[in-house]
C-alpha cells in the first residue's frame, strides 16, 4: 500500500506563472487536507476535501488559490499568479474517514518563486 | 481558535538519555492528538495518535500522554539514540475532522 504521493517534489516557478501541486492519497482514503510550511515557520492548515467536495477552506488565501479533489484522479493544488511569498513547502494528508483518524502525509512539494 | 506551543524549542542530549518533549494547546475540545517527526527536507512521519478519550499510547521505545483538562501532552522518549535526531512536532485535530493544528516543533538532537 502505497503512501501518499506528492508530486512534484521540487517545483521552480517566475513570478506571474501558475503552480499546480498533486496529491494521491493512500488507497482507501477520501480525505484530502494541504497544508503550508513557510520558511521558518509552522505547518499550518489550508483545505480540507472530499471526493467533489471542499469541506473547509477556512485556511486557503481568498485570492490567487483554490483546490480540487475530483471523483477520478490526483487532488490538485492550484496557485495562480505566483510571487514569492508562495515559495514553500506545501503538504497533502490524507486519512480513510473524518472523526479523528490518523492523518498521513505525504513528502511535499517544495515550491520556489523566482 | 486553537494554539499549540512546543517547548522547548531545541534539544540536545547525549546518547541512551530518556527524555521529556512538551506540548500545551489551548482547547480542551480536540479529537485527537498526533505526534510526527519531521527529517530536514522531508516529510511527516507519524509517531503516536492519542484520540481524546485515551490518556496515552505507546509505540517501541515511544510513549506519549495526554491529559484534556489541563491541555498538556508529553512525548517520552526512552534510551534516546543519534537517529532520533529530527524535529518532532505535535498537533491537534479540530474541527470534526483531521483539521491539524501544529506547534513549532522541538528540535532535537542527539548526541554520541
Known amino acids: 500500500n502505497a503512501g501518499v504521493m506528492q508530486n512534484p517534489r521540487h517545483l521552480v516557478r517566475r513570478r506571474g506563472q501558475e503552480a499546480r501541486l498533486r496529491c494521491s492519497p493512500m488507497?482507501?482514503?477520501?480525505?484530502v487536507y494541504w497544508y503550508r510550511q513557510l520558511p521558518e515557520e509552522g505547518l499550518k492548515f489550508m483545505v480540507y476535501?472530499?471526493?467533489?467536495?471542499?469541506?473547509?477552506e477556512s485556511g486557503m488565501p481568498k485570492e490567487r488559490f483554490s483546490a480540487e479533489f475530483p471523483k477520478e484522479g490526483p487532488s490538485i493544488l492550484r496557485i495562480q499568479q505566483v510571487v514569492r511569498g508562495d515559495s514553500a513547502a506545501y503538504f497533502c494528508?490524507?486519512?480513510?474517514?473524518?472523526?479523528?483518524?490518523?492523518?498521513?502525509f505525504g513528502q511535499g512539494t517544495r515550491l520556489t518563486v523566482v | 481558535k486553537q494554539e499549540v506551543t512546543q517547548i522547548p524549542a531545541a534539544l540536545s542530549v547525549p546518547e541512551g538519555e530518556n527524555l521529556v518533549l512538551n506540548c500545551s494547546f489551548t482547547?480542551?475540545?480536540?479529537?485527537?492528538l498526533q505526534w510526527f517527526r519531521q527529517d530536514p527536507g522531508k516529510g511527516l512521519t507519524s509517531l503516536l495518535l492519542?484520540?481524546?478519550?485515551?490518556r496515552e499510547q505507546t509505540s517501541g521505545r515511544l510513549n506519549a500522554s495526554l491529559d484534556k483538562s489541563s491541555g498538556r501532552s508529553t512525548l517520552y522518549i526512552a534510551a534516546s539514540q543519534p537517529g532520533d535526531s529530527a524535529t518532532y512536532l505535535c498537533?491537534?485535530?479540530?474541527?470534526?475532522?483531521?483539521?491539524?493544528?501544529f506547534g513549532t516543533g522541538t528540535q532535537l538532537k542527539v548526541e554520541l
Open positions: 494528508a490524507s486519512s480513510p474517514s473524518s472523526g479523528g483518524t490518523e492523518a498521513f
Open positions: 488507497k482507501g482514503h477520501s480525505h
Open positions: 476535501l472530499q471526493k467533489e467536495n471542499i469541506i473547509d
Open positions: 482547547d480542551s475540545a480536540i479529537y485527537n
Open positions: 492519542i484520540q481524546s478519550s485515551q
Open positions: 498537533a491537534g485535530g479540530t474541527g470534526g475532522g483531521n483539521k491539524l493544528t
